[in-house]
């Protein structure tokens, strides 16, 4: 039986369902990879172009960025200290959950895109106190509505800008490549 | 190509792209997405990614460690010892790591059975205000914390019953005989310290100090000290007890007497070491025959007289404990131990003994009720005595023995109120129950009854906000009385339960050698919130009179047994579980240490029994004493004596949430009413009978079902 079966896969027809085969696979991972690298969908349809546009500052909602590891996300208080004395938000449906949230007080169930796995220990702070820039590794979020991310944020990415940041100062180069840097 | 594509060829590179498609998605960002709640407002003191660290006391057994909890985002993360506090220098055991599982219990009690506090107050003040004050009891747990201070202030101004305290840790640590003990040989009543680290040679007469004994953290360090090996000799650890607990295991030598016998044996070691240094035999000790108390113990002459060379050798230190003081005889067991040390000359210098330092203000130790006063108690309810029982941290209906009828005792008694954290077996049969919050979501404090050199008064406060709609029951009792008015409501003049701790702890602003001090209140407060307590820079420990303690008979006497069985009984606390653990799952999965048995109660046999009666492991045995009968799975355990049989408390329960009901069973439905002289229960003292039902359960434990000793191999080939 089996071996009927490959003798059918050699034959012109086999071929055909063997590269069928293949091909399926191929595709359904690359349609896998594919959805893993979309930014998640989010609970209200957060418009960060339109912030930035109003020349919000991005510490002004995650301060802390400049504080500690994790950037945060801001407050519900923090959204409706500005939000309450603006007319639109009691009128526009893309603020509407908003609204709701802070009157049933519930959180908002925000999804992070920029996150690194649980074994890597990552510090907002000593990156901003090293000059580096949000847009440098978030991308440029006057350009976008929702939170993309723009990187993938695997090592090597990290160490490559590490790696440059330390130039020919080799003591840095150890400290800043250091597996213990990060992973600890 | 098509020539060269093998079946295993077309399985490798299936296999290959099922592994890459897993691998490529599961490393992708998408698989690590979770949401995030961000606070609605947050707190001033929280930063975004920080933990925040609050000092606090544990409260899952009444030693009193203090505890840095790290909570992330107003949720308590993971429970540590806090290093500045005096008893455990930054230790916990299991039991202060599981504390979270009691915090996020799902079987809590939500919500007071009024559906509102303020009718649950109104009950309460009605309770205090429609009774005679002699007809109210309150019933507590063993901690002595600020809520006993509150009640006994509102008991002393009212003249309702003082609070009785109780728990089964107290009743099998047989605290009542060890203070008995201390009055008796040394002038003054109080729990004796034992410092095992000071010491050499420690002979330990059935004290299970490294597990749930007395403080068995502040205990586990002493050990630590006496195996300490670097600037010192290592000490030696010899255990006296008919079945090895996880204490005997560590010891450098294990004796296995007959129960009952300890006395004898602790008087003939004292005889023997007498000789040995030349001095006539102390009149304690005078009146025993070595060869008898050999003979009864089933100890060789040679091993008792071995023994006593070492104890008179080096820095020596005898300790009594545990199922050796539950005895008919128990409370002479604990002179005769005590008397031991008198002869060494060990009191009150270091590797000795000492009587426990007294808390910051306290002027006498306050002794939990033994069980022959709750039989007092539960008789009085029985008779009507009582028309209002408060009850809060115990849970009686499990704890006591079935033979004291607490339960039926109920029924004389018009009105319970229960202020349980836990739907236990008590809290079901209450009329009200009010709960009160999880220990981690409480203010207090609560006194150091034993441990450590320094009074100390270990602070506690709440880390997290109350999940449930519970309400602190000194708050409910403060609320009560104002509502009341009268004598309750000038007896507790506060606004809530912080200005009450408040008013207590800045009386001890003024203290000399404090462990920090303030130049006002709030700033004092302050401090004793954030060390986790005050406690005093000194040795408050009291030293023992010699001058009695020697010149006195012991009676050792033969221990009586209740029951008509040929075995012994010896019941003991499971050392992950202890009294109140069975609810927590992270205790119910930690393999008990000696038999590595988890989620069930065992009885232990040892394998010549066993093989005499036809029984093998996992087979289910009905343990029958004068009390009562119990069926359990027995577990054949080499490191207990052939005539004897052992059973752990902590399962059993009928109620207690989802972990703990309907697992196991409750070895105090055997026990008796049999005490001893010092009203504790001689627990330790009864016979049981075992016969086979014919039914098997398999005990879940880590070991190999094989045996570490090889035993069951043979059926295996």
């Not at chain 1, 639109?88 to 908003?98: G, N, R, V």
């Not at chain 2, 034992?194 to 749930?212: P, R």
């Not at chain 2, 005490?675 to 504790?680: K, L, P, S, V």
Request: charged fraction near 20%; glycine fraction near 10%; charge should be negative.
């Amino acid at each position: 039986m089996i071996k009927t079966f490959f003798d059918w896969l050699k034959k012109p027809m086999g071929l055909i369902a063997v590269g069928i085969t293949f091909l399926t696979l191929f595709s359904v991972a690359a349609f896998g990879l594919y959805q893993t690298q979309q930014p998640p969908a989010q609970p209200i349809e957060f418009p960060h172009k339109t912030h930035i546009a109003f020349g919000i500052q991005c510490l002004y909602c995650h301060p802390g960025a400049s504080k500690g590891p994790s950037a945060g996300i801001p407050t519900q208080e923090k959204c409706w200290a500005c939000h309450n004395q603006i007319q639109k938000t009691q009128t526009s449906a893309l603020l509407a959950p908003l609204k709701d949230a802070v009157i049933s007080g519930t959180p908002i169930e925000w999804v992070p895109v920029a996150i690194v796995p649980d074994f890597v220990q990552f510090n907002h702070r000593a990156h901003i106190a090293a000059g580096r820039n949000c847009e440098e590794c978030h991308g440029d979020m006057s350009q976008v509505n929702i939170a993309e991310n723009p990187q993938v944020m695997n090592m090597g990415w990290c160490l490559t800008c590490h790696v440059e940041a330390a130039g020919d100062d080799q003591e840095k180069l150890i400290k800043l490549s250091d597996c213990g840097t990060c992973h600890y | 190509m098509s020539q060269q594509f093998s079946r295993r060829d077309f399985l490798k590179l299936a296999g290959l792209g099922a592994a890459t498609t897993a691998v490529l998605t599961g490393c992708g960002p998408a698989s690590r997405y979770v949401k995030r709640e961000p606070y609605m407002e947050m707190p001033e003191y929280t930063a975004t990614g920080q933990s925040t660290y609050y000092a606090t006391t544990c409260r899952e057994c009444a030693a009193g460690c203090g505890l840095v909890v790290r909570t992330y985002q107003g949720r308590a993360i993971k429970t540590e010892g806090n290093a500045n506090h005096p008893l455990n220098l930054g230790k916990t055991c299991a039991r202060g790591q599981a504390t979270l599982h009691g915090l996020y219990n799902p079987d809590r009690v939500q919500e007071p059975s009024t559906g509102d506090w303020d009718a649950a107050v109104q009950v309460v003040a009605d309770a205090l205000k429609n009774n005679k004050p002699e007809e109210v009891a309150f019933l507590m747990g063993m901690a002595p914390d600020h809520l006993f201070d509150l009640i006994s202030d509102l008991a002393n101004a009212t003249g309702m019953n003082a609070p009785v305290r109780f728990g089964a840790l107290g009743m099998f640590e047989a605290r009542a005989t060890l203070s008995k003990a201390a009055e008796n040989l040394f002038g003054q009543a109080g729990l004796p310290h034992f410092d095992i680290g000071g010491a050499q040679v420690v002979l330990s007469f059935g004290a299970n100090f490294l597990e749930t004994w007395l403080s068995p953290v502040s205990y586990t360090r002493g050990f630590v000290g006496l195996r300490e090996a670097q600037t010192k000799q290592r000490g030696t650890l010899v255990q006296f007890e008919a079945r090895m607990s996880a204490t005997g295991g560590k010891a450098d030598e294990w004796v296995p007497l007959r129960t009952g016998t300890e006395a004898l044996v602790a008087l003939s070691i004292g005889k023997l070491a007498a000789e040995m240094m030349g001095v006539a035999a102390p009149r304690a000790f005078a009146g025993v025959s070595v060869q008898d108390a050999a003979s009864k113990s089933g100890i060789k002459v040679e091993t008792l007289e071995h023994i006593a060379k070492m104890f008179i050798s080096q820095k020596a230190l005898a300790i009594p404990g545990g199922a050796a003081l539950g005895q008919s005889n128990g409370l002479e067991v604990a002179e005769a131990v005590l008397a031991l040390n008198a002869l060494v000359d060990n009191l009150g210098k270091s590797g000795g003994v000492y009587l426990s330092a007294l808390a910051p203000a306290q002027s006498e130790y306050h002794r939990p009720a033994s069980a022959q006063e709750m039989q007092d108690f539960v008789q009085k309810m029985a008779d009507g005595k009582f028309k209002v029982l408060f009850i809060h941290g115990v849970n009686p209906m499990f704890e006591l023995p079935k033979t004291i009828d607490f339960k039926g005792a109920l029924s004389g008694v018009e009105q319970v109120i229960s202020f349980a954290t836990f739907p236990d077996e008590t809290a079901a049969e209450a009329d009200h129950v009010f709960p009160d919050h999880h220990g981690l979501e409480s203010w207090g404090y609560q006194r150091v009854a034993t441990g450590t050199a320094q009074p100390v008064l270990s602070g506690a406060q709440p880390v997290v906000s109350p999940f449930y709609n519970t309400r602190s029951t000194a708050d409910v009792l403060i609320a009560a009385a104002q509502i009341a008015g009268g004598s309750f409501a000038q007896a507790l003049p506060y606004a809530d339960e912080v200005e009450f701790l408040q008013t207590k702890v800045a009386a001890l602003m003024s203290e000399a050698n404090g462990s920090f001090s303030a130049m006002d209140e709030v700033g004092f407060m302050a401090s004793f919130q954030q060390y986790g307590g005050w406690w005093r820079n000194v040795d408050g420990r009291g030293i023992p009179s010699a001058a009695g303690a020697l010149n006195r008979d012991i009676n050792a006497g033969d221990a009586e047994f209740a029951g008509e069985g040929e075995f012994f009984f010896v019941p003991f606390v499971s050392p992950t579980l202890a009294e109140a653990g069975a609810n927590k799952p992270w205790l119910q999965e930690l393999p008990d240490p000696t038999t590595t048995v988890m989620w069930n109660t065992w009885l232990e046999m040892n394998p010549e029994t066993a093989h005499e009666l036809h029984i093998e492991n996992d087979d289910v045995v009905r343990v029958v004493s004068e009390a009562g009968a119990v069926e359990l799975p027995v577990y054949v355990y080499p490191a207990i004596r052939p005539d004897t049989v052992a059973m752990p408390f902590g399962q059993g329960h009928t109620a207690y949430g989802q972990y703990a009901e309907g697992r196991g069973v409750n070895p105090a439905d055997l026990l008796g009413q049999h005490f001893n002289g010092a009203g504790d229960l001689a627990f330790a003292g009864m016979k049981v009978k075992i016969e086979k039902t014919g039914k098997k359960q398999q005990l879940s434990r880590l070991e190999s079902l094989m045996g570490v000793y090889g035993e069951g191999m043979e059926a295996e080939h």
